[in-house]
């Protein structure tokens, strides 16, 4: 939302002009040249005196207890403009340098604090701030005041009581103090308490002086220096409220720990509520570098590997404690913890995080602003409700700025007294309390809505708080309280053919060592799940079969049960689960094999709708930009799940029927292209990093000069689920040449390496499975030619010793990635070779030779490859890629129609699908338009049955007595091609 606008001060508030006036005249009385000085203020600072004064009875007390800072504050411009990075933290640096004893640090602190104070309330209540420069520059007052306090105290400290030294390091000690809550996030109120918690890298003893002192004592006595600097309340008033409640058994535990203790606190001890704490953790004071390995330690405590939804449970009940102490207390007009309140939000907002953050690092951030605008960005919440959200929010904390900024009081319960109404009313540009209290309810009840949406257990009804949860009528069959027979009679009641066979999966499930060996978290949680698997499930037409291919995915995360957590909290994920595991024994494979699938699952709209080619490869970029460069495990594994869920996305489209045969094709192609373009930036940068950068035979150096040439399907656009990548590399680098690395090597072993470097990336098995099988054999000389070629050597392969089948295959290659020059050379290599006369006859008997042997050893035996006198019985099967009539047959003549017929007709070479290759011989006349069409009709028909086939796990095996026409019209065009069946059929 904008700025709140300025009104005019309603009457009841001018007598507070008045007195102000009068007391700020009374204080200047006796500094007769501080009188003269605010005689000539300008009106418009005049005028904002008398807003603000009316508003902020603080203002006007410190102007009045002050007036020489007051008037020096106002004459030196602060008042009218934002201060600049760092400018804060230099005036107080110059202040504490001047201060002699801890007495003068406290005065400094306080006084320095006070005109701070006046500073940021003028901007914010005179609209010159708006609410990101008022919570940024109270943030940045802590921090400097914490530090430099820090930082003045510590040689002191070391001079009474020595120097601490590391046991292990040997290395002198500093303490790492830890910003908590609002102002770790940099989101400080205008008065807020600072939340802290302080540590030291390592045990040890102080040195230089007699009497040694324990690292953790020395700390705890620095620590408490510390405190009372900020914390104690003098005739100057105090810096900042310090709450230490936050740290490791809060106020019964010690007031430091070294590193090592607070991370296995935090590992054997750590509670829910503590991982939302340290959400917004950030080092405020002490040794940043050590601060920052503090925070990467405990990063595993906060944001979890996997999908966490048990979050959800820990924050409904963090909510519910808060609201039991909201009314217990009477605090519902508490605009923070009250129902639609500033912690409403945060809640939302630290739900994701703490649920998602584990893998999607953009959320693995403090700010809530840029939290929410991340989580609409990745599509975690819709940008209506994003937009509603912020702007309730920033409603919420303009309010709470004007409640607190009245006295100077950590307040978010709303006035009684009718003057601080209409002033709260006045700074938040409403012309009455009423019109602003609409305006306000009207913004808790949408943040409100919205909560309940994320956070509101799945189970409740409003309408009738004692229904029973969902699935509560199958609780006694699943935890055996049923006999056999009463088991069997209700499954088969609920729709299920096999009820004994049912009985016997959920006994088997139960009465499992992966369930006999759950916690008693985990089983609870199990217990609470599968009564509601099955009440879905029998709403299914084929409930045995969702049980039989469901179940095993939950015996596989029963012993991670955060993953039924997330299935129990989302209705509609488990709907979409039953649906696809139905669909597909392929899908409920991938999701039993890999659970952090069910991630894609939450986002209806996302799962049904892939993402194009542009951006899937802006994805993938910005998900491995946030993993640090060294980081190559973490790399892999971000790969893997990038390729794994959008794989789902594109089968669970295609069962779906929102994504065509030939788009889920492009689909998986323009996946294995984005993935292969960073895979060959991280292997360059790796193998770069090792031995420098090849050159060229001009003596320049390579960047890359590299192409990942595809061929087959991913070559023809026509990738399936599971298909394999046929590669070969290609440079352009002088061979001879060595980098100009460390460790330099010739060029010929640098592009070897960096082919090695890709392979390894992308077939390496790890938790997440492999990216791709690769298949290089296709490069020249196959499985006995080098591994990299040079552009000059492959086209030298290409012209002199490559057979046709070769140039059969290279009919559908094309570059995935890489060099664009080199790829446009690589197509004017691939044009020659592919568009030279051929010898008609020979081409034709060379194409049907290698056809026949492929049916020989690929074909169906029982009825040779198809072409048996018996082949077309009903009895028989049809291979539908390697039979005579099926897939191959059109590919070969498209193939041999391109070698044929391009040296006249270039247009041919253009693409490298066969699809459009048809259509161009269609074009040119070289093939009937009825056959060019039925051939791409029949050629879509076999593929979409192949897709079906891999989807149901089967392999591409019909019955014979499909496809009969289909494989007839394509022997016969065979035939009239002129190639031969060479088996006699």
Not at 788 to 808: C, K
Request: include cysteine; proline fraction near 4%; charged fraction near 25%.
């Amino acid at each position: 939302m904008s700025l709140p606008l300025l009104v005019e001060l309603p009457p009841s508030l001018v007598s507070l002009v008045e007195r102000a006036e009068q007391s700020l005249q009374t204080a200047l009385s006796e500094h007769e040249a501080l009188a003269e000085r605010v005689a000539a203020w300008s009106q418009e600072r005049r005028d904002a005196w008398r807003q603000v004064s009316a508003l902020s009875d603080f203002v006007a007390e410190q102007a009045q207890r002050d007036p020489q800072m007051f008037v020096a504050l106002a004459e030196s411009g602060e008042l009218e403009r934002s201060l600049a990075s760092g400018e804060l933290r230099q005036q107080l640096e110059a202040q504490l340098a001047e201060c002699a004893d801890e007495d003068a640090l406290g005065r400094c602190l306080r006084r320095f604090r006070n005109r701070q104070q006046v500073r940021i309330i003028w901007r914010d209540f005179s609209r010159q701030a708006a609410l990101g420069e008022t919570c940024r520059d109270l943030s940045d007052l802590a921090d400097a005041c914490i530090d430099l306090a820090y930082h003045w105290l510590y040689p002191r400290h070391c001079t009474q009581f020595g120097t601490p030294v590391g046991r292990r390091s040997g290395q002198p000690q500093h303490m790492v103090i830890l910003g908590m809550g609002k102002l770790g996030a940099h989101e400080l109120n205008l008065s807020s308490d600072i939340d802290l918690i302080f540590g030291y890298p390592e045990g040890g003893e102080t040195e230089g002086v007699k009497r040694s002192l324990d690292n953790q004592e020395f700390f705890i006595r620095l620590g408490q220096r510390l405190i009372k600097a900020l914390d104690a309340i003098t005739v100057d008033g105090f810096v900042f409220r310090t709450d230490m409640r936050l740290r490791p058994y809060g106020s019964s535990g010690a007031l430091v720990f070294s590193f090592n203790a607070l991370e296995q606190y935090y590992q054997d001890q750590g509670r829910d509520w503590e991982r939302y704490a340290m959400i917004k953790a950030r080092v405020v004071g002490g040794d940043q570098a050590a601060g920052a390995e503090l925070l990467e330690m405990l990063r595993p405590f906060v944001y979890r590997r996997y999908l966490d939804f048990s979050a959800i449970e820990a924050l409904r009940a963090m909510k519910l404690l808060i609201q039991q102490e909201v009314r217990r207390k009477g605090m519902s007009e508490n605009i923070k913890l009250g129902a639609g309140g500033i912690r409403e939000i945060e809640f939302i907002a630290q739900a994701f995080q703490l649920i998602h953050g584990g893998r999607d690092l953009s959320l693995q951030q403090r700010p809530l602003l840029k939290v929410l605008a991340t989580l609409e960005g990745q599509g975690y919440l819709p940008p209506a409700v994003v937009t509603e959200m912020k702007e309730g929010y920033e409603f919420l904390r303009y309010t709470e700025h004007a409640l607190q900024g009245i006295g100077d009081r950590q307040t978010q319960m709303l006035p009684a007294e009718p003057q601080d109404q209409a002033r709260v009313a006045a700074i938040m540009g409403f012309a009455d309390w009423a019109s602003f209290h609409e305006r306000l309810m009207y913004w808790r009840g949408r943040i409100e809505w919205h909560f309940q949406q994320v956070i509101a257990d799945p189970d409740e009804d409003e309408s009738d708080a004692s229904e029973a949860s969902v699935g509560a009528e199958w609780l006694p069959l699943w935890q055996g309280a049923l006999d056999d027979e009463a088991a069997a009679l209700q499954l088969q009641e609920a729709g299920f053919a096999e009820p004994g066979t049912a009985c016997r999966r959920l006994d088997d499930l139960r009465n499992g060592p992966q369930v006999r060996a759950m916690q008693r978290l985990g089983r609870e949680r199990l217990d609470a799940f599968v009564p509601r698997l099955l009440a879905q499930t029998v709403e299914h037409e084929k409930p045995d079969l969702v049980l039989e291919r469901v179940l095993p995915l939950v015996e596989k995360v029963a012993r991670r049960s955060a993953y039924l957590v997330l299935l129990s909290e989302n209705p509609g994920a488990l709907e979409r689960l039953i649906t696809l595991c139905a669909a597909s024994p392929w899908i409920a494979e991938q999701i039993a094999r890999y659970p952090l699938l069910l991630d894609e699952l939450l986002n209806e709209g996302r799962l049904y709708s892939p993402p194009l080619a542009p951006e899937l490869a802006a994805e993938l970029r910005e998900r491995l930009v946030r993993i640090p460069e060294e980081d190559l495990e973490q790399q892999m594994e971000a790969l893997r799940h990038f390729k794994l869920a959008h794989s789902l996305r594109v089968a669970a489209s295609e069962i779906a029927g929102t994504l065509p045969l030939m788009k889920v094709s492009d689909y998986l192609t323009w996946l294995a292209e984005a993935i292969l373009d960073q895979v060959l930036a991280l292997a360059w940068q790796h193998t770069v990093q090792r031995h420098g950068r090849p050159q060229r035979a001009d003596g320049s150096l390579c960047d890359p000069d590299f192409i990942i040439v595809g061929y087959g399907k991913v070559g023809g656009l026509e990738f399936g689920h599971g298909s394999d990548l046929d590669l070969v590399f290609i440079h352009d680098g002088d061979p001879q040449a060595e980098t100009d690395g460390a460790k330099p090597i010739d060029g010929a072993q640098f592009f070897t390496r960096l082919g090695q470097r890709i392979i390894h990336l992308l077939t390496t098995q790890t938790t997440s499975g492999a990216l791709y099988e690769v298949d290089m054999r296709l490069r020249p000389s196959g499985a006995a030619g080098l591994l990299v070629s040079s552009l000059g050597a492959f086209q030298r392969y290409q012209e002199n010793e490559a057979w046709t089948w070769e140039h059969q295959a290279l009919v559908r290659a094309r570059v995935l990635v890489g060099c664009s020059r080199l790829a446009g050379e690589f197509a004017r290599v691939r044009a020659e070779v592919l568009g030279r006369q051929r010898d008609t006859e020979a081409l034709r008997v060379e194409v049907s030779e290698m056809r026949a042997k492929m049916r020989d050893n690929l074909g169906n035996k029982n009825t040779a490859a198809g072409t048996a006198p018996n082949a077309f019985e009903a009895t028989s099967s049809f291979d539908l890629k390697q039979d005579a009539g099926g897939i191959v047959d059109i590919e070969f003549m498209v193939q041999y129609a391109a070698l044929a017929w391009s040296w006249q007709h270039p247009q041919l070479l253009e693409f490298t699908d066969n699809i459009r290759i048809l259509e161009g011989l269609e074009r040119v006349g070289l093939m009937g338009a009825e056959d060019a069409a039925l051939l791409r009709e029949v050629y879509k028909i076999y593929r979409s049955a192949a897709h079906r086939q891999a989807l149901q796990k089967q392999p591409g095996v019909v019955p014979g007595d499909q496809f009969q026409d289909e494989r007839r019209a394509v022997m016969r065009l065979w035939r009239e091609l002129g190639l031969e069946l060479n088996n006699g059929a």
